[in-house]
């Protein structure tokens, strides 16, 4: 998919976009209405790796809305 050329992988829960928290579903959707298709942004994921959260930091090309 999409997602997985830029490192995001199942099972990541993004928690930043662009520096700003994301706590819901919502929040993101309502972020991601500033930005056109082919912006590149910057993105926190928490990935599990044995049994802990690890942070990774993404660089993400928004691609269009379906």
Request: no cysteine.
């Amino acid at each position: 998919t999409a997602a997985k050329k830029y490192g995001i992988l199942p099972g990541d829960i993004i928690t930043k976009f662009e520096g700003k928290e994301i706590t819901t579903m919502d929040s993101l959707t309502g972020t991601l209405e500033y930005y056109a298709a082919g912006s590149t942004v910057e993105i926190t994921v928490m990935r599990a790796n044995n049994g802990q959260y690890v942070e990774h930091v993404l660089e993400v090309v928004l691609g269009k809305k379906n």
